[in-house]
């Protein structure tokens, strides 16, 4: 995949005729992008096909009146390597601190994830208590197949609870921590790992009893999208991809993926593509259900993001914060007005609610749960205004436990139909930033350099 050659000449995109090209990717997520921006620089003609009107993904904006909201992560690594790839974003993309914190279960703002001085202002009762039940833990350690089971056996109950890691694990999912898979601890939690091994445990009682504080910097040097919203960057991203040969189909839902003797018929609602090789980023499921006509049998979290503003935030002065509280469906809010500036004279921000497969989508039920549960907090004035609200469809892979064998044979049956899935929807993978989607393509289009080599198809 390092062989770089000239570019190659666009495909024109006639969405009542039949194309022809190399590789077809479908998503125009940043997997997608990834995808085509290295096919392409190895001299492969690509076609990307995305139902969304935009590029993007699960990166997308919303813009009302004065304010920009947002579904989906607004940071980015100063190392991120999209900014390597595409000329002029990293420009776009303003440096900012990301100041993050936690709203524990006594109410008070933390940091986040957990620091080990706030185990010191816990009454002597409770350390003792923490202590003991996490070296009893350690001591009769047993498997760990589920995400509570592995948080007890590196914490014990006593610090998994009263740090509020249990409601936020139990938040996320819908689910009790006793039933999701350790799965999604190795993908989201390893912190914890790396917090609980013996000579980082030694490092950070020693550093307690010398009266230091183990609290990491809670600020993060990062960059944020521009201030228009993420269809600024993407846009860019876009045609300087187009510049280079790759074409575009937005607004086209894929019908039936078909293969035929050495080549695919992907069958859009703006007409059939042929290619020797296909690209997966949509999700697993359905890529099975197109190529195959099968169910995985695997589970997701939706998204409901809620759009509000407000005159005042009270006690808490970043511009992330976690919930871990037992009150509320929300796990996370971000603060754009800390980012970008006040607009009206308001703070405004972006509200997460994971859905629960069967559970509601009334934005509007959600908002007043929100605004309840808030005031009982005590971190927010009472002149909140809901602005709109966005549902992200399969947002995270829902990581019941033992899904990792269907996991592997769903990947598997299409792999054996000849797609190559990439991303975090193309391989159900909890890839928890976007620079991992990036390093995870790349690999994988990397070891399957052999079959996307080019076709003798002419576009």
């Known amino acids: 995949m390092n062989d770089v050659r000239p570019p190659v000449r666009a495909i024109p995109v006639d969405t009542l005729c039949e194309s022809k090209c190399d590789v077809v990717v479908l998503g125009c997520g940043i997997a997608g992008l ?6 392409q620089r190895s001299g492969l003609s690509v076609v990307m096909v995305d139902r969304a009107e935009e590029c993007g993904g699960s990166h997308r904006s919303r813009n009302i009146g004065p304010y920009t909201f947002d579904s989906g992560s607004v940071f980015f690594e100063p190392t991120h390597p999209m900014f390597d790839m595409f000329d002029g974003i990293l420009e776009t993309c303003q440096p900012v601190l990301r100041k993050q914190g936690r709203i524990a279960p006594d109410g008070t ?21 923490g202590i003991s039940s996490l070296l009893t833990r350690r001591l009769h350690a047993s498997g760990q197949e589920s995400a509570e089971a592995f948080c007890l056996s590196r914490l014990g109950h006593v610090i998994y609870e009263y740090s509020g890691l249990k409601y936020y694990i139990a938040r996320f999912h819908h689910a009790p921590a006793s039933e999701i898979d ?7 939690m390893n912190f914890i790992l790396e917090g609980t091994r013996i000579p980082a445990m030694a490092r950070t009682m020693w550093r307690l009893l010398r009266g230091r504080s183990t609290l990491p910097q809670r600020t993060y040097p990062l960059r944020v999208r521009p201030r228009d919203g993420f269809g600024a960057l993407y846009g860019a991203i876009r045609t300087q991809l187009e510049n280079k040969g790759v074409s575009f189909r937005l607004g086209a839902r894929v019908l039936e993926l078909a293969r ?14 042929v290619a020797r090789n296909v690209v997966g980023a949509i999700t697993l499921e359905s890529m099975c259900q197109l190529a195959l006509g099968e169910a995985t049998g695997l589970e997701k979290i939706d998204l409901l993001t809620l ?6 935030i009270e006690g808490f002065e970043g511009n992330v914060l976690f919930n871990f509280h037992r009150l509320g469906e929300w796990k996370r809010l971000t603060i754009y007005s800390r980012i970008y500036g006040k607009a009206k004279e308001r703070e405004y921000f972006s509200v997460e609610i994971p859905l629960a497969s069967d559970g509601s989508r009334d934005a509007l039920a959600a908002f007043r749960n929100f605004c ?3 005031a009982q907090m005590g971190i927010f004035s009472k002149d909140l205004v809901l602005h709109d609200f966005d549902i992200l469809e399969d947002a995270y892979p829902f990581y019941r436990k033992g899904c990792g064998a269907k996991i592997s044979d769903a990947i598997g049956r299409i792999e054996t139909f000849g797609i190559i899935p990439v991303g975090r929807q193309g391989r159900f993978a909890y890839l928890p930033v976007s620079a991992l989607v990036i390093e995870s393509t790349r690999a994988i289009l990397t070891e399957a350099a052999t079959r996307l080599r080019k076709s003798n198809v002419p576009p």
């Open 34 to 39: 990834t995808a085509a921006y290295e096919l």
């Open 109 to 129: 703002v933390r940091h986040y994830p957990f620091a080990a001085s706030e185990f010191l202002t816990w009454p002597l009762l409770l350390q003792l208590r």
């Open 182 to 188: 350790i799965l999604f601890c190795e993908k989201r």
């Open 260 to 273: 035929e003797n050495r080549e695919f018929r992907v069958k859009t609602t703006h007409g059939d593509i």
């Open 307 to 312: 759009f509000i503003s407000v005159s005042q």
């Open 372 to 374: 309840r549960d808030v």
